[in-house]
């Protein structure tokens, strides 16, 4: 765990960061200094920030790099008509402040219903938890669409592997197909085709993915 000083830095780059979440790791040094009377390097506030798990929040290209050799999937979302549950999840990560230290949630979200599917909390960014909270999440349900952002936990094998083995009907996120197809709109039919955006179906596809049925 980290020390007294580093926490207390931590705190208020946190109370920085809640007021102002477009600000980047410079920003936030140069209004430590200014405003908190704190010289703080800014390389030092960019490595605590990533421990905490933060970064600006803004529009901008690339923002979540998935890690070399992790597939990069297509968004299907734009356009869609979300009408029942359990057509999209969606699954996010922050972290959460606590006397002396932090932690992380990972949380599961009915698009439609706004429920809370599943969640967990741990002390460190490392993917278990996030495959934990899949798990029970996928005890109750499978999620037509599994929606996350390119970081390297939602395109990790071992995150699309749970799904594919868990049987989900999936469009985002887990399908592993021949590389002349994956950059098209994919969409998978509980009949186990595949329909590509340009009207082609590619049967037995079960052949092309390693799914459990359901």
Not at 125 to 135: D, G, P
Not at 136 to 145: D, F, G, T
Not at 177 to 204: A, H
């Amino acid at each position: 765990m980290a020390d007294e000083h580093d926490l207390f830095i931590k705190r208020e780059i946190d109370k920085i960061y809640t007021t102002h979440p477009e600000f980047g790791y410079r920003r936030i040094a140069v209004w430590l200094k200014k405003y908190n009377n704190m010289t703080i390097n800014k390389k030092a506030v960019l490595r605590h920030m990533r421990e905490m798990g933060i970064q600006a929040i803004y529009p901008r290209k690339n923002a979540s790099k998935a890690e070399s050799g992790h597939i990069i999937y297509p968004y299907l979302l734009k356009g869609l008509v979300i009408g029942r549950p359990s057509q999209v999840w969606r699954i996010d990560i922050t972290y959460v402040p606590i006397h002396k230290s932090w932690l992380y949630l990972a949380a599961i979200i009915d698009w439609h219903s706004r429920f809370v599917v599943s969640w967990e909390i741990d002390d460190n960014l490392e993917i278990r938890f996030v495959l934990n909270a899949c798990k029970n999440a996928l005890k109750q349900a499978y999620p037509e669409i599994m929606n996350g952002d390119q970081g390297s936990h939602f395109t990790s094998f071992k995150y699309t592997n749970l799904f594919i083995e868990a049987g989900s009907r999936k469009v985002l996120n887990i399908i592993l197909l021949l590389k002349y197809i994956l950059k098209v709109r994919i969409f998978l039919l509980p009949s186990n085709k595949i329909i590509l955006s340009d009207k082609y179906y590619v049967k037995d596809a079960a052949h092309h993915l390693k799914m459990a049925s359901p």
